[in-house]
């Protein structure tokens, strides 16, 4: 079986293929494909160019191969179309299992992040493609730029409200991704993974207050408070009203569900909150 992992060089894409080795995986058996293969080289696996808006490279890519883990683009706003170039590429060359990183509720979700996810996994069951979708919650990782101005400022400022984030490290969603690519099964399963507690950001500020070893304390901000914030800090209109997007939909509920999926799936229990912040920072 060969399997072949997009975004091979992202923050993710790295930890499935570490994943994949971890759990027996032969490094001959797995394809690397990323836009920069200079910066794939370390991988210790082949490594072949792919680039999500150069169609050619993609189906060069997936030639030969089993098994896809599409590792979802970084890029808001232009990751349908290239996640689309993959999803066809993998039909034509009639792989038999497909993996997609999505998110939370993806289809049902009103998180500002969720309608790019939703219509991929629309593509994905258009083209037919034996598929597992995998809708991970938010990278404790994610907070690591917030856990240092913490170390700074002894605050956490949020417009996250009491909402809570089932949040766990990357690399327990990356083993998720290696083990449901490398077992037989799972093809149907759309698995909303998450981490084994569902925290809220008086939590996150004691987590902090535990790794940076000085008192943190959570202030709660209104919408506009936070837009007004964000954009005193130096963010532009647009990413500051995309960041405190974001906090709303946390405010809602979105990112609060976990039913141990994610652990049953690698396992193990997922890593705890400050466990995986200090990693974070390290």
Sequence with gaps: ?????????????????????????????????????????????????????????????VEGVDTVVLVSGSEVGQRVAQHQAVIE???????????????????????????????????????????????????????????ARAAETGVL???AGDGRVASASRKDFAEAAAAVALEDGHIGEVYEL??????NYSDLAAAFAEVTGREV??????????????RGAGLDEGTAGFVAALDAGIKNGALGDTDGTLARLIGRPTTPLAEGLRAASA
């Design 1 to 61: 079986m060969t399997i072949l992992v997009t975004g091979a060089t992202g923050n993710l894409g790295r930890l499935i293929i570490a994943s994949l080795l971890e759990r027996g995986a032969a490094p001959q058996s797995i394809v690397a494909g990323a836009r920069d293969t200079a910066k794939a080289a370390d991988l210790g696996v082949r490594v072949v160019p792919l680039d999500y808006t150069d169609p050619a490279s993609v189906a060069a890519a």
């Design 89 to 147: 590429a993998a039909k034509a060359a009639g792989v038999s299992k497909f993996v997609y990183t999505s998110a939370p509720k993806a289809t049902t979700s009103d998180l500002i992040l969720a309608p790019e996810h939703k219509a991929t996994e629309e593509l994905i069951a258009a083209a037919g493609l034996p598929a597992v979708i995998l809708r991970n919650n938010w990278y404790t990782e994610n907070y690591a730029a917030d856990l």
């Design 157 to 159: 400022a949020a417009g």
């Design 194 to 199: 998450g981490g084994d507690v569902a925290w």
């Design 217 to 230: 304390s959570y202030v709660p901000l209104g919408f506009d408070d936070q837009i007004a914030a964000l």
